[in-house]
């Protein structure tokens, strides 16, 4: 069976970037959504010239931090007390949590900036970081980071091969 991205990109040429700011905005709160997906077939289109590159990546960029923002406030206001009273019933224990508040404290921009490379990790991050008490400046250095070179990374390279097969094609 194969699969089709007709209605991906429908919606992109429909609605644009509003849809990307909303799936990665989504996404970045914690949502499972195809946000590198979407982030490749978008450079495709840049490249094709069916969306401005520049306003794409800042779009992008700017859904990416935003979301997971939100994600770290939710984490801060309620995801330690949700921990400590229901994280039993799937092993997150005290002792857990609090290694991985340490865990935070020690290495957390660099855990911050990376998780945006690894599934549901980049869904969690900021809920994650908020919930185990990361210093906010710290925790916006990271995302900052990791935003840039998550976006740069996936649209840059679809737009890069978009452009070459475009070329290779003689279109």
């Excluded at 007709?6 to 700011?21: C, D, K, N, R």
């Excluded at 009273?85 to 404290?105: C, D, F, K, P, T």
């Excluded at 900036?113 to 991050?125: C, H, I, M, S, T």
């Amino acid at each position: 069976m194969c699969c089709s991205f007709s209605w991906v990109e429908a919606t992109l040429h429909q609605y644009g970037l509003p849809v990307i700011f909303v799936d990665l905005f989504l996404e970045s709160v914690g949502l499972p959504l195809p946000g590198e997906t979407l982030l490749l077939l978008a450079g495709a289109l840049a490249a094709k010239g069916d969306l401005a590159l520049v306003p794409l990546w800042l779009t992008a960029f700017a859904a990416s931090v935003a979301g997971d923002n939100a994600g770290y406030l939710i984490g801060r206001r309620l995801g330690r007390p949700a921990v400590l009273r229901w994280g039993g019933r799937i092993g997150l224990s005290e002792a857990r949590l609090a290694r991985v508040e340490a865990l935070m404290q020690r290495r957390g921009l660099m855990l911050v900036a990376g998780a945006r490379f690894v599934a549901v990790l980049r869904q969690l991050n900021g809920l994650a970081a908020g919930t185990a008490g990361m210093h906010r400046a710290r925790f916006l250095v990271g995302n900052v980071l990791g935003a840039a070179v998550w976006v740069s990374v996936w649209v840059l390279a679809a737009y890069a091969f978009g452009v070459d097969a475009h070329l290779w094609r003689g279109h």
